[in-house]
């Protein structure tokens, strides 16, 4: 047989999960972990995977002590991102423990603990320098969508300083879990964006995680009324809890009507859009009062119909936003204050082993009565 021949029947090498596989035990202990992987729409695995490492100067490796699951993710299981490709381990949301730091990491060090922030950021670029780190050049949301995530034992975050927040040894991991992405992503995409302010009549449409994040971020501002519009009477009663004023059920697909009623007419000064699906922006533009705002903050995987027809002479605004993070710091001091109390939205607890539970679970959210679901890592390996 030809050397041409050779190569074109050669076997083909060895993929790196491969080669993990046909590493004696030990070896694996030292060198690999287990992480949620993405193979595809639909298709999620629990495996073995390298432990990341160093590749640039800025980069920190942490260990993953607390992590939770968000929409965004079942939006990717869905495949509603392409960015993310077969073999991306998933997550966007962390608390950890440094476990080793690049040369030009300043600002943390190994046995540190941190909060690891959804958005990554370089501090230097463009973007970052107008505060818009969603669309940092070289990072913005890149975790579990074009670079490993956090719902794995270790994780590799670039431009650490930039990109870690510094809590105390003693933190309550739960509570400040929910910093990394839904709280400063409902008080930015929703309410800065929705510029709630005191007096208003404020509706929220979607009493998920991130909508219930809306709501407990925009009581800072004292609006006169707060709508929570959601089909599941039980997250209905948790947003009650937490400080909604008036429940709107919209499975009868009457809600618009009810708004109307409720406002005698005129609509509500700010609609937040926090679900993602074309019926629930539908229900936005058709409450928001004259000079009134609609802030999406849903992750939309299809297409939506704007009603210019019915809007164009209304003095709206419709915002949209990508979570910049650019308020952690200031959510973390109101968190560690005890005035803001995330740990509210905590439903189900697993073990980070347990993850493909804690997928079906959050998957399941209406029939489990599950808002955000913690995953724990027990000792490292």
């Not at 993990?20 to 639909?42: R, W």
């Not at 509603?80 to 949301?93: N, Q």
């Not at 579990?144 to 927040?165: K, M």
Request: aromatic content about 4%; overall charge negative.
């Amino acid at each position: 047989m030809s050397e041409a021949t050779t190569t074109l029947f050669a076997e083909p090498a060895e993929t790196e999960v491969q080669k993990v596989n046909h590493l004696p035990k030990e070896a694996l202990t030292a060198s690999t972990m287990k992480a949620l992987v993405y193979h595809g729409p639909g298709k999620r695995a629990w495996e073995e995977k390298p432990r990341p490492a160093i590749k640039d100067s800025s980069d920190a490796i942490v260990r993953i002590t607390t992590s939770t699951i968000c929409g965004t993710d079942l939006h990717i299981l869905k495949g509603d991102l392409p960015t993310v490709t077969d073999g991306r381990i998933l997550g966007h949301e962390g608390i950890g423990i440094v476990e080793e730091v690049g040369p030009g990491v300043s600002s943390f060090k190994k046995g540190d603990k941190v909060l690891v922030s959804c958005v990554t950021a370089c501090g230097k670029c463009d973007f970052c320098r107008k505060s818009m780190y969603s669309h940092c050049r070289h990072g913005g949301w890149i975790l579990g969508n074009t670079i490993d995530g956090t719902q794995a034992e270790y994780v590799r975050i670039p431009w650490a300083d930039t990109s870690l927040y510094a809590i105390p040894p003693d933190a309550d991991e739960e509570a400040l879990v929910m910093l990394s992405d839904i709280l400063p992503t409902g008080f930015e995409c929703g309410v800065l964006n929705g510029q709630v302010k005191p007096g208003d009549t404020v509706a929220i449409v979607g009493a998920g995680p991130v909508g219930l994040a809306v709501l407990l971020t925009a009581q800072f501002y004292s609006p006169a009324t707060i709508f929570m519009i959601d089909l599941d009477d039980k997250r209905l009663k948790v947003a009650k809890e937490l400080g909604a004023t008036t429940l709107i059920n919209s499975a009868d697909g009457n809600a618009v009507k009810r708004v109307m009623e409720l406002t005698d007419g005129a609509g509500v000064d700010v609609a937040v859009e926090a679900v993602g699906v074309p019926a629930t922006f539908d229900i936005c533009q058709a409450i928001v009062a004259a000079g009134g705002r609609v802030a999406n903050v849903g992750v939309h995987g299809k297409p939506v119909e704007l009603h210019l027809e019915k809007l164009w002479d209304r003095n709206i605004t419709l915002t949209t936003r990508l979570v910049d993070t650019v308020t952690t710091p200031l959510l973390l001091k109101v968190v560690q204050s005890g005035k803001l109390q995330p740990r509210k939205l905590v439903t189900h607890r697993f073990a980070l082993n347990d993850i493909m539970k804690g997928y079906d679970t959050f998957s399941n959210a209406a029939a489990e009565s599950a808002l955000k679901v913690i995953l724990k890592s027990e000792t490292p390996r």
